[in-house]
């Protein structure tokens, strides 16, 4: 067994399945678990001692911090872990880190740049160029995706070019930014989830839509089963984590004609559907992860950049 730690969740609500089971295996492995709500924390900026507060104590610096930080909190919640990397406190992620993933064009271009595979992908401000958008992802049928869409709402299939503009000029008017993307037609409406923590994909699976619907999210009736996955879609996987510098994330993978292709990486990825079609202790492995890398001052960033 490792020496104890005191390591600290950060997450809106200690009920929430994945929160509550990474508290479970902590406290399994002899560490002192405590959740804390990154909206009740509050800090002091100094110069030379940096502070979290919450509800009107002082946190002692904890060993460890894990950060599962909702879509909707990213800005208030990567500064109050940055605050926690000033103080040297190690990071399961890194805010710099979850922050990138937060921005889906970002990411996509930084996995490009280093080679690994993506759905041919558009990117457009002006309506004067709808019909570029199109053609450049080969024209229909394609994809149209809300960049800050989640558990695919805002994914629209487009069968013929005439629905794309349409679907186009909506989302125009709405005046949100929205990518084309090539339609990967052979995946069959299915997807596949790794779970990638510290440079091994520890869970797979594979989701698959329900009939007559091309988006395999369980939100959208999709259903999960335990895949072995091949050794190109695992090193593809633990690239896409790496590139992204995030020693834990989801990374979703469709299997297209030329080759597994990312499709996002999640740095918060939740563990129910994953634990429950697995059968797999992912909570466990991402307690060792720290137990291994945690040390006070080894957090690469320290909250740069
Ligand atoms: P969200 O963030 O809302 O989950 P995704 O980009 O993951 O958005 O898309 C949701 C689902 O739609 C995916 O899990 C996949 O099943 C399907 N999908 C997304 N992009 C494509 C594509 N280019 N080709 C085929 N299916 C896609
Ligand atoms: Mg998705």
Redesign the pocket.
């Known amino acids: 067994m490792a020496d104890p730690m005191n390591i600290i969740v950060l997450s809106r609500n200690s009920k929430l399945y994945s929160t509550s089971r990474i508290v479970e295996a902590g406290r399994e492995r002899g560490h002192t678990m405590r959740v804390v709500d990154p909206l009740r924390c509050y800090v002091k900026i100094s110069a030379h001692r940096p502070e979290v507060h919450y509800k009107g104590q002082i946190i002692e610096s904890p060993h460890a911090i894990i950060p599962r930080i909702g879509a909707s909190v990213t800005f208030y919640g990567t500064a109050v872990l940055r605050q926690f990397e000033m103080m040297g406190v190690f990071p399961l992620n890194e805010s710099v880190a979850i922050s990138r993933s937060r921005d889906k064009l970002r990411s996509m271009q930084l996995l490009a740049r280093k080679g690994i595979g993506l ?1 041919v992908t558009g990117f457009a401000y002006s309506p004067d160029d709808n019909e570029d958008m199109i053609n450049l992802v080969g024209g229909a049928p394609l ?1 149209i ?1 809300l960049l800050e ?7 629209v299939l487009a069968e013929t070019n005439k629905a794309a503009e349409s679907v186009i000029d909506a989302f125009h008017g709405l005046k949100a930014y929205f990518l084309t ?5 052979e ?1 069959g ?3 596949i989830r790794c779970f990638v923590v510290g440079e091994r994909v520890v869970a797979s699976m594979i ?1 698959q ?1 329900k009939e007559g619907e ?4 369980v939100h959208r009736g999709g259903s999960a089963r335990a895949i072995r996955i091949t050794p190109e879609e695992r090193s593809t996987a633990v690239r896409a984590a790496k590139i992204m510098g995030l020693n834990v994330a989801g990374v ?1 993978i ?1 299997r297209s004609n030329h080759g597994p292709v990312v ?2 990486v999640n740095s918060s990825p939740g563990l129910e559907g994953i634990e429950g079609a697995t059968n797999k202790d992912i909570a466990g492995s991402m307690i060792q992860f720290i137990e291994k890398s945690a040390k006070q001052g080894k957090t690469r960033t320290k909250g740069r950049g």
């Open positions: 759905p994809v995706k869409g989640t558990q695919g709402r805002g994914v993307q090539e339609f990967i037609k995946a409406g299915s997807d989701r839509a091309f988006r395999s999210n979703d469709m499709l996002e």
